[in-house]
C-alpha cells in the first residue's frame, strides 16, 4: 500500500531530501540533519512534519547506541536527560496550545537561528566557551534541547554548548551523544501520541522513507571521508536559513 502523502509530487520531493539529509546527518554530517523537520513542514505543517520524521529518527538511533553502547559519560546525561524532559513537556504544552500558524513562527525562527548560529562558527572558529561550565548551565541547555528537539529534531546546539567544551574523548562523546538523543526521541513519543499525530498514513509513510535513511545513514559515512565538508555544511545551512525565513513569513500571514 502506497501512503496517502506520497502521492503528492511536492511531499515527495520534500520528504527524499529531507531523508537523505537526515541520513547524512546521522552518518557523519553533524547537524545537517536539522533542516529535515522545517523542509517536510513547508508542505505538511511543522507538528505533522515532526511526527513523520521522528519514527526514522527512532531506527536511525538504535544504530548509534548499539555502537556505542558501552561508551558514555553518565554524569551528563543524569543531569541533562531529566531537563530535556522537561522541555519537552513545555513544547508539547505549546503545540498543543498554539495555532498551526504560531508552530510555523516558532519552527522558521528556530531554523533561521540554527543556521546563522551555525554559519558564524564555521566562518570564525568556534564560540569561546569555559573548559568547566556550571550544572545549572547544563541543566537549562537540556531544557532547551528537550524544546528544540520536540518542536524541529534540532537539539544539538544547545547539548553541544555544554557538552563540547568538556572535551570528552571522541567514542565517549559520540556515546554521550547518541544515548542522550535516542533516549529524548523515546520521550518525544507520547508526546506526539497525545498530539494524535501517529496516524496510520503517517506511520506508514515513514515506514515507506525507512530504507531511503538507512541507505543514506550508510552513504554520509562514505561522503564524510571523501567531500569538502565545510562547503556542504555552507550550502546546507544556507538552505535552512531560506526555509526558516518562508516558515516564518507563513506564520506571519
Known sequence: MIPPLIHSPTFLLAAVTATILL???KGGFAGVGAIATP???LVTGPVQAAAIILPILLAQDAVGVWAFRRVWHSGILALMIPAAALGVFLAWFFAAHL???AMELLLGLI???FAARSLWIQRNGAVPAPRDPPRWLGGLMGVASGVTSQIAHAGQPPFQIYVLPQRLPRDSLLGTTAIFFATVNWIKVP???ALGQFTRP???TSA????LAIASTLAGVWLARRIDADRFYTVIYIMM???GVRLVFEGLA
Do not use: M, W
Open 191 to 193: 508526546a506526539y501520541i
Open 39 to 41: 523542509l517536510v513542514a
Open 202 to 204: 503517517q506511520l506508514l
Open 241 to 243: 536559513a531560506v526555509v
Open 208 to 211: 515507506a522513507l525507512l530504507p
Open 99 to 101: 495555532p498551526e500558524s
Open 23 to 25: 541520513g547524512l546527518g
Open 111 to 113: 531554523s533561521v537561528v
